[in-house]
C-alpha cells in the first residue's frame, strides 16, 4: 500500500523559478526523505528529516516536515534546467528501519 | 553511486522463460533491496535481504524469489517471467544513518521487456 502520495504528479515551471512539491502519508513516520531520478537513471538520496524536525535545508532545497498533519514539502529554489526529474518522498515507518516506503513522485519540468 | 551494479542491464525474454537479475555491491552492505518501477505506481519493494541466507517479501513478491549466498550478491529469480513483469528493476542498499533512520542507494536499473 502506498504510504506517501506526492503533489502535484507534474510541474512546469520557468528557469530560476521556485519549485515546491508536496507529500502526504498515511501512518506515524520515523522519518521522511526526498529522492531525484533523472530520465532512465537510479534514484539518488537527496536529504532526510527526522520525525522530530520541522525544517532543514541542503544547497538549494528545503524541507520542511509538518507531524501533526502528516505532510512534508520539498522547495527547489532558483530552478536549473538540471532540476528537470522526478521527485519521490519515501518514509520510514515507527519501528521498522528495515525499510522505507516511496510515493509515486512528481515529475519537474524547468522550462527554458 | 555506492559501487552498485545491475546485470544484466537490458533485456528481452519470452513469457513462461525463467530470468535472474543480479545485484553486485562492493561496499559490504548488509541490507539490499529489489524494486520495480512502473508509470503510476511508483516504486514497488518486491524482496530485501538483511544478511547472507536472510530475506524477507515486500509488497508485489508474488511471482518472484531471491537469494542471497555472498553479501555482495543478491540475485532476483523470475521463476516463469509474464508479461505484468515487464518492468524496471532496481537494486538498492541501506547505508549511513542512525537507528532508525537510513538512506539507500540505488543501481542504475535494468530494463526487463517480457514479450
Known amino acids: 500500500s502506498q504510504q506517501g502520495e506526492e503533489d502535484p504528479q507534474a510541474l512546469s515551471i520557468q528557469e530560476g523559478e521556485n519549485a515546491t512539491m508536496n507529500c502526504s502519508y498515511k501512518?506515524?513516520?520515523?522519518?521522511l526523505q526526498w529522492y531525484r531520478q533523472n530520465s532512465g537513471r537510479g534514484l539518488v538520496h537527496l536529504i532526510l528529516i527526522r520525525s522530530n524536525e520541522r525544517e532543514k535545508h541542503s544547497g538549494r532545497l528545503r524541507v520542511t516536515l509538518d507531524t501533526s498533519k502528516k505532510s512534508s514539502s520539498l522547495l527547489i529554489t532558483a530552478s536549473r534546467a538540471a532540476d528537470t526529474a522526478s521527485y519521490f518522498c519515501?518514509?520510514?515507518?515507527?519501528?521498522?528501519?528495515?525499510?522505507?516506503?516511496f510515493g509515486k513522485g512528481t515529475r519537474l519540468h524547468i522550462l527554458p | 553511486d555506492a559501487g552498485i551494479t545491475q546485470s544484466p542491464r537490458h533485456k528481452v525474454t519470452e513469457t513462461g522463460t525463467p530470468v535472474t537479475l543480479r545485484c553486485h555491491q562492493t561496499e559490504n552492505h548488509r541490507y539490499m533491496y529489489w524494486y520495480r518501477q512502473d508509470p503510476g505506481h511508483g516504486l514497488r519493494l518486491i524482496h530485501y535481504?538483511?544478511?547472507?541466507?536472510?530475506?524477507d517479501k515486500g509488497e508485489v513478491s508474488d511471482g518472484y524469489s531471491v537469494s542471497r549466498s555472498k553479501t555482495e550478491d543478491f540475485l532476483l529469480t523470475l521463476e516463469s517471467a509474464t508479461s505484468s513483469q515487464t518492468s524496471v528493476y532496481f537494486c538498492?542498499?541501506?547505508?549511513?544513518?542512525?537507528?532508525?533512520?537510513?538512506?539507500?542507494?540505488f543501481g542504475p536499473g535494468t530494463r526487463l521487456t517480457v514479450t
Open positions: 501512518t506515524s513516520i520515523n522519518n
Open positions: 538498492a542498499i541501506r547505508r549511513g544513518g542512525t537507528q532508525g533512520a537510513y538512506e539507500q542507494y
Open positions: 535481504s538483511y544478511g547472507v541466507k536472510d530475506t
Open positions: 519515501a518514509t520510514g515507518l515507527m519501528n521498522r528501519d528495515d525499510k522505507i516506503i
